[in-house]
């Protein structure tokens, strides 16, 4: 690990060599955001079309960067500091290794510790999950103590804010270096400890799903809703059009996870529902709470 010239215990700035399991549009920003500061960054998909999509997501996203001005280098180094493969076996090495694989229990636990079996021992490695229990995912590894949860917010190159979710057992020093690491990719860490939906999707999905029953119950249209949070309460962005944006069945699967553990408040509405049956999932089907030019 990089150490500092104060305090030898303590990463100061992002590590060298990072690993991102998973390759979607998650993935691929969590990939970016490092790789444009100056990481050597390693994606892990499933399968070679899926780590070509992967290798295209992250590339485009770096072009972008490129042409807006918001990184020094060029599209050629930046683009020799990224591997895409499909072998758990290249995390071997990397000091940082960012689990984002769909909100499964099942599957991340799998992803986990195949990650786990190919680090050091002083390699660490943190769940993109939004909702899962940090504590219950750790219980599942050898090393808790090298575990976290490093939430990233969608879309990741805009967002400024990473939420960072500490475990019972994560080390002080994982806890210390994670809050230089998401300053040094230029975004502000909220630090919370371990609980049903963290801070962020506990109150996002609370609204949201307030707003789905209104739309169901006539109250008022999605679109005024939307602007009712966006010009009373200045949110960037209101709570349906964020759902569409990150996703119907996300949305449910998170809602249905709060159900379970902090009761029928969460309970998630029947539109929300019959939209994720019909397959309208929001803005990567083209359709949810609203329509999404293809």
Same mark, same amino acid.
């Given at each position: 690990?990089?150490?500092?010239?104060?305090?030898?215990?303590?990463?100061?700035?992002?590590?060298? /060599?990072?690993? +991102?399991?998973?390759?979607?549009?998650?993935?691929?920003?969590?990939?970016?955001? /490092?790789?444009?500061?100056?990481?050597?960054? !390693?994606?892990?998909?499933?399968?070679?079309?899926?780590?070509?999509?992967?290798?295209?997501?992250?590339?485009?996203?770096?072009?972008?960067?490129?042409?807006?001005?918001?990184?020094?280098?060029?599209?050629? #180094?930046?683009?020799?500091?990224?591997? +895409? *493969? &499909?072998?758990?076996?290249?995390?071997?090495? %990397?000091?940082?290794?960012?689990?984002?694989?769909?909100?499964?229990?099942? !599957?991340? $636990?799998?992803?986990?510790?195949?990650?786990?079996?190919?680090?050091?021992?002083?390699?660490?490695?943190?769940?993109? &999950?939004?909702?899962?229990?940090?504590?219950?995912?750790?219980?599942?590894?050898?090393?808790?103590?090298?575990?976290?949860?490093?939430?990233?917010?969608?879309? $990741?190159?805009?967002? &400024?804010?990473?939420?960072?979710?500490?475990?019972?057992?994560?080390?002080?020093?994982? =806890?210390?270096?994670?809050?230089?690491?998401? #300053? =040094?990719?230029?975004?502000?860490?909220?630090?919370?400890?371990?609980?049903?939906?963290?801070?962020?999707?506990?109150?996002?999905?609370?609204?949201? !799903?307030?707003?789905?029953?209104? $739309?169901?119950?006539?109250? =008022?249209? =999605? #679109?005024?809703?939307?602007?009712?949070?966006?010009?009373?309460?200045?949110?960037?962005?209101?709570?349906?059009?964020?759902?569409?944006?990150?996703?119907?069945?996300? %949305?449910?699967?998170?809602?249905?996870?709060? @159900?379970?553990?902090?009761?029928?408040?969460?309970?998630?509405? @029947?539109?929300?529902?019959?939209?994720?049956?019909?397959?309208?999932?929001? %803005?990567? &089907?083209?359709?949810?709470?609203?329509?999404?030019? *293809?």
């Amino acid at each position: 690990m990089s150490d500092s010239t104060t305090n030898p215990n303590l990463p100061t700035c992002l590590p060298r /060599f990072v690993g +991102v399991l998973g390759g979607g549009r998650m993935g691929a920003g969590i990939a970016h955001a /490092f790789l444009i500061k100056g990481a050597n960054v !390693l994606v892990v998909e499933r399968d070679e079309v899926s780590a070509e999509g992967a290798r295209e997501r992250v590339e485009s996203a770096a072009l972008k960067s490129i042409e807006r001005g918001a990184v020094d280098a060029n599209f050629d #180094e930046l683009g020799s500091r990224l591997t +895409v *493969s &499909t072998d758990y076996d290249d995390f071997s090495g %990397r000091e940082l290794v960012v689990e984002a694989v769909p909100e499964d229990w099942d !599957l991340k $636990v799998t992803a986990l510790r195949g990650i786990e079996e190919r680090l050091a021992e002083d390699g660490f490695i943190a769940s993109n &999950t939004s909702s899962l229990s940090v504590n219950g995912l750790a219980r599942e590894l050898k090393r808790p103590e090298n575990f976290l949860g490093l939430h990233f917010f969608n879309p $990741v190159p805009a967002s &400024t804010l990473i939420e960072v979710v500490l475990g019972e057992r994560t080390s002080p020093r994982l =806890a210390a270096a994670s809050k230089t690491w998401v #300053e =040094a990719l230029g975004k502000t860490a909220v630090v919370v400890n371990d609980a049903p939906g963290f801070a962020s999707s506990r109150l996002g999905v609370a609204i949201a !799903l307030e707003a789905m029953r209104m $739309v169901e119950e006539g109250v =008022a249209s =999605a #679109e005024d809703i939307d602007n009712a949070m966006v010009l009373g309460y200045k949110h960037p962005t209101g709570p349906l059009k964020t759902t569409d944006i990150v996703g119907l069945d996300v %949305r449910l699967g998170i809602a249905e996870y709060l @159900q379970s553990t902090l009761g029928d408040r969460f309970a998630p509405p @029947q539109i929300l529902r019959d939209k994720v049956a019909r397959g309208e999932l929001g %803005r990567k &089907t083209g359709k949810g709470f609203f329509d999404w030019p *293809s």
